[in-house]
C-alpha cells in the first residue's frame, strides 16, 4: 500500500523530524515527573489487590499514607518497602501494610541506606512483570494453536451495557457474528475517578466499569468463544483518564489485546492536566509495549468539534506526534493502532474522493501500523437508511486503502443506543462490502497529480507548516494551550488531576521503570 500518492521522501521525512524535535521536551518533562497513578501502578505490579469497607481500593490508601508522610517525589517503593523491611513481613503482605497505613499504624520514611528497600521492591515488581509477559506468550500460544483472524481489516465491535455479565454474551454473540475485536466501552465518567473500582460491576453508564475482575470475566469469555470459532477474538478497554497507569497495568495482568491510549485525548476531551496526562501516558505505553498490546489512538475525536476538511492536518499531526511518543515508548509499529474518521460532510462535493486522500495519506505515512478506522458520527442524523449508505461507503473506503483495524458503523447512531438486530444489520454491511471489494485495494491507484493526490500533498503540507509553527511557538504545550488540536484550549498548568503531579527529586526510585527500560 506504498507509493500511490508520490509522497515526497523528503517531505515525509522532514515531517516526522519535526514531530521529533516538538516531542521530545515534553518527553523530558515525563522524564522528570510521576504521578500518583504511577506510584499506584508499581504498587499494583507489586501484587496489592481489594478495596476497603467503603469500596476504596487499598493501593490507593496506601499511597495516600506515603504520599502524607514522605511525599512521592523519590517515588512509593523506597518507603512502602522499607516499611516492610523493617517490620519483618514478607514482600506479600502489601494488604495487610496497607490496611495498617490506612488506620495510622505504620510510619513511612526515606531510608538513608536504601540497597535492602530497592532491592525488595525490584523482586516484588518483577513478579508482575513476569505474569505480563506470561500473558503475552499465552497470546501468541492460542493464536498459533486456536488461529487468528483469517483477514483484515479486523472487525472492531463494541460492547457496553453497563453490566458485565450482560456484555459477556453480546460479546460472545458479535464474535459469532464475525467480530474480530470486542471493544467494552468503560462507563461515562471512569476517566475522571482517580481510582479504579474493584471487582465485577453491574452499574455502568453508557458503559461498563473497567476493572481487573471485568478484564478477567470477558477475556476468560472470549478465550471460550475463540476456541469454538477456531480464531482468537481480540479484547479492548481504554487506558485514559486520571488511572491511565493503572488500567494499563491491569491490562497487561489479564491479557487484553489493544487499549485506547492516546497521548492528548485526555487533555483535550476531558480537561485532565497536559503534564499529568503525558507523564502517565509514558508509563502506560512503557506497560503496552511489554505486554504486546497494540494502542489504539484518538485522532477521530478531532473531527467531532473540528471540521474534517478544514483541520484534517491536525490529525495528521496528532499522528506523527502519538507516533513519536509510542516509539520512545518502547512500542513497535505493529502495536501502533493510529487513529482517523469518515467525518467529512457527506453534503460536500466530492466528500468520498477527499475521504479516500485523507486515509491513503495515513495508510502510506504510516504503511506498517495497523490503522484504527472510525466510522460516520458526526453526520449522522437520525435518517437510518442514510446512515446506513454511508456506513457502507465508510466500508469501502477502509477496504480501497488497506485499513487494518475497521470500527463497525451502527445506522442507529444519533437515535438509541444499538440493539443487537442493529449490530447483525451493521456485521452484514461490513461483510458485504469487504467480500465484495475483495482486494481492491491493489488496483485502486489515483491518478498522479489528480485530486486525490494532490489533496493528500496539501494535507502533508499543512501538518508540516503546523508543526514548523508549533517548534516556533514555544511548543507543543503552549500549542494545546492555544487550542490548536480540536479547537480545545487547555493550559499546561490547569486541569483535573494537576495536584497528584510530582517533580522527581534526587535519589527518586521506580522499580518498573527499571526494569521496562532495562529490558530485563
Known amino acids: ?49 481489594g478495596a476497603d469497607p467503603d469500596g476504596i481500593p487499598w493501593v490507593n490508601r496506601l499511597a495516600d499514607a506515603v504520599r502524607d508522610q514522605t511525599g512521592l517525589e523519590r517515588g512509593v517503593a523506597l518507603p512502602v518497602f522499607d516499611a516492610l523491611i523493617r517490620e519483618n513481613w514478607g514482600l506479600g503482605d502489601l494488604l495487610l501494610l496497607a490496611q495498617k497505613a490506612a488506620a495510622g499504624a505504620v510510619e513511612f520514611r526515606l531510608p538513608a541506606d536504601p540497597q535492602a528497600a530497592r532491592a525488595a521492591a525490584h523482586q516484588a515488581v518483577s513478579r508482575g512483570i513476569a505474569r505480563i509477559d506470561a500473558n503475552r506468550r499465552e497470546r501468541e500460544s492460542l493464536i498459533a494453536g486456536i488461529g487468528d483472524a483469517p483477514r483484515k481489516p479486523w472487525i472492531y465491535l463494541i460492547v457496553a451495557t453497563g453490566d458485565i455479565y450482560e456484555d459477556i454474551p453480546q460479546a460472545q454473540a458479535a464474535a459469532r457474528e464475525g467480530a474480530d475485536v470486542i471493544a467494552v466501552i468503560r462507563s461515562t465518567g471512569q476517566s475522571l475517578l482517580d481510582y479504579v473500582p474493584e471487582g465485577a460491576t453491574r452499574e455502568g453508564y453508557a458503559g461498563t466499569y473497567a476493572t481487573g475482575e471485568n478484564f478477567r470475566l470477558m477475556r476468560a469469555a472470549l478465550d471460550d468463544v475463540s476456541r469454538e470459532l477456531g480464531r482468537y477474538v481480540r479484547l479492548t478497554n481504554y487506558a485514559s483518564g486520571l488511572c491511565m497507569p493503572e488500567i494499563a497495568t491491569l491490562a497487561g495482568l489479564h491479557r487484553l489485546d489493544m487499549m485506547l491510549n492516546d497521548s492528548m485525548y485526555g487533555i483535550l476531551f476531558r480537561d485532565i492536566n497536559p503534564i499529568r496526562t503525558f507523564t502517565d501516558q509514558r508509563f502506560s505505553r512503557q506497560i503496552h509495549a511489554r505486554a504486546g498490546i497494540i494502542i489504539n489512538t484518538g485522532e477521530d475525536n478531532y ?118 438486530s442493529d449490530r447483525d444489520l451493521a456485521l452484514q454491511n461490513v461483510r458485504y462490502v469487504l467480500d465484495a471489494a475483495g482486494k481492491l485495494g491493489e488496483d485502486f491507484r489515483p491518478e498522479p497529480g489528480g485530486f486525490i493526490a494532490t489533496r493528500a500533498r496539501t494535507v502533508l503540507g499543512e501538518a508540516t507548516e503546523l508543526l514548523q509553527r508549533i517548534r516556533g511557538d514555544h511548543g507543543l504545550l503552549q500549542a494545546i494551550a492555544d487550542g490548536t488540536f480540536g479547537i480545545t484550549k487547555r493550559p499546561a498548568d490547569r486541569g483535573k488531576g494537576l495536584d497528584g503531579v510530582v517533580a522527581h527529586a534526587d535519589g527518586y526510585y521506580n522499580p518498573a521503570t527499571e526494569i521496562l527500560e532495562g529490558g530485563s
Open 303 to 420: 473531527l467531532t468539534t473540528a471540521d474534517a476538511v478544514d483541520e484534517a492536518h491536525t490529525v495528521t499531526v496528532s499522528q506523527l506526534l502519538n507516533e513519536y511518543f509510542a516509539l520512545e515508548a518502547g512500542l513497535a509499529d505493529w502495536q501502533l493502532g493510529l487513529g482517523h474518521a469518515f467525518e467529512i460532510n457527506p453534503a460536500i462535493p466530492d466528500s468520498f474522493r477527499l475521504e479516500l486522500a485523507h486515509a491513503l495519506l495515513a495508510r502510506e505515512l504510516f504503511p506498517d501500523a495497523p490503522l484504527k478506522w472510525m466510522p460516520p458520527t458526526k453526520h449522522m442524523t437520525g435518517d437510518i437508511f442514510r446512515g446506513y449508505l454511508l456506513d457502507g461507503f465508510f466500508n469501502l473506503a477502509g477496504a480501497m486503502t488497506g485499513q487494518g483495524i475497521l470500527l463497525v458503523g451502527m445506522m442507529t447512531e444519533a437515535v438509541v443506543t444499538p440493539f443487537l
Open 1 to 49: 500500500m506504498t507509493g500511490k500518492l508520490d509522497l515526497d521522501p523528503a517531505a515525509v521525512a522532514a515531517a516526522r523530524a519535526l514531530a521529533r524535535e516538538v516531542g521530545e521536551p515534553v518527553v523530558r518533562i515525563a522524564r522528570e515527573h510521576t504521578t500518583v497513578s504511577v506510584e499506584r501502578a508499581v504498587l499494583r505490579l507489586a501484587g496489592i489487590t
